[in-house]
């Protein structure tokens, strides 16, 4: 068995190389930009780039220090990191939505280079903390009102019309439903979501239920075409086992690697027949 010191370097090591690969996709893109530019006339080229384009962005260079120097590593581990890392490869830019705010922050926000990373956390002392490290992190403070004990009773609740009903969650009745949150939060058509808060590690701690719950309402009530890429972490527990069962649905399930579970949830609004009659759930 590998010892947590050999483990923590690796993963350090998984960081700085994924970092790396970025930069260097980064530097590729923007030469083959360059090169197109030598091709058009210099009076129709933009003057606001003044050789900076092909500059590394603060952005990469500040996250790649940071996981380089710092003796503190993201919670999740090598392996559940790459699942998450390639759909963000394939994916960004893009709308990528974190129920969390850690030590993998600043990476999630990094990777996805050009696009939007918004993160929800429960603990307004942390968020500051954090903000103080890197201002550059959009978060936003969120309440969760359910507990832990109260998963057993919210899983019964959550098979009601009201719950199964897709819609938006700021005017669902379903007991389930995040409510509270910015506007724009559940107007975006998110491309990727994690949910990885909130702590629901004890009985009285706020439980993942809600967060679950409406991670899968935004998937499936996305106004823009397409698939959502919904990532569960610690679904070794028993609330994120459940609940990403019941809400994410085991048919859209693609993956699980350790305590990560990645889910593919198709938009259920693009206004055709079939789509206005299919079930929650997909039939198994």
Avoid at 165 to 179: F, N, T
Avoid at 220 to 225: E, P, Q, S, T, V
Avoid at 243 to 263: D, N, P, T, V
Wanted: neutral net charge; contains cysteine; glycine residues 6%.
């Amino acid at each position: 068995m590998r010892t947590r010191t050999n483990q923590s370097h690796e993963l350090k090591l998984l960081l700085v190389c994924l970092l790396a690969a970025f930069i260097l996709i980064f530097i590729v893109r923007s030469t083959h930009t360059a090169s197109q530019n030598h091709r058009i006339p210099e009076e129709t080229r933009s003057g606001g780039c003044a050789g900076a384009c092909n500059k590394l962005p603060r952005s990469f260079a500040h996250a790649l220090i940071h996981y380089s120097t710092s003796v503190i590593t993201p919670q999740q581990t090598l392996k559940e990191i790459v699942v998450s890392s390639r759909v963000l490869e394939m994916k960004s830019p893009c709308n990528f939505l974190v129920f969390g705010l850690g030590h993998d922050s600043l990476m999630w926000n990094t990777l996805n280079y050009g696009g939007r990373t918004v993160f929800l956390e429960e603990d307004e002392a942390w968020i500051k903390q954090i903000q103080r490290r890197f201002p550059m992190l959009e978060t936003y403070h969120v309440t969760y009102d359910s507990k832990v004990n109260q998963a057993e009773n919210l899983i019964e609740v959550g098979k009601g019309p009201e719950c199964t009903a897709i819609g938006d969650p700021r005017y669902s009745m379903c007991q389930l439903a995040l409510k509270g949150l910015p506007d724009e939060i559940y107007e975006i058509s998110w491309d990727l979501i994690m949910v990885d808060a909130p702590t629901g590690y004890y009985d009285e701690a706020p439980g993942r239920m809600t967060a679950i719950y409406t991670a899968g309402m935004m998937a499936r009530n996305r106004k823009r075409a397409g698939e959502t890429d919904v990532f569960v972490h610690d679904v070794n527990r028993e609330v994120e086992d459940k609940f990403s069962k019941a809400f994410l649905c085991e048919g859209y399930m693609k993956k699980q690697e350790g305590r990560l579970r990645h889910f593919i949830i198709p938009s259920y609004r693009d206004g055709s027949e079939s789509e206005s009659n299919r079930p929650f759930c997909p039939y198994t």
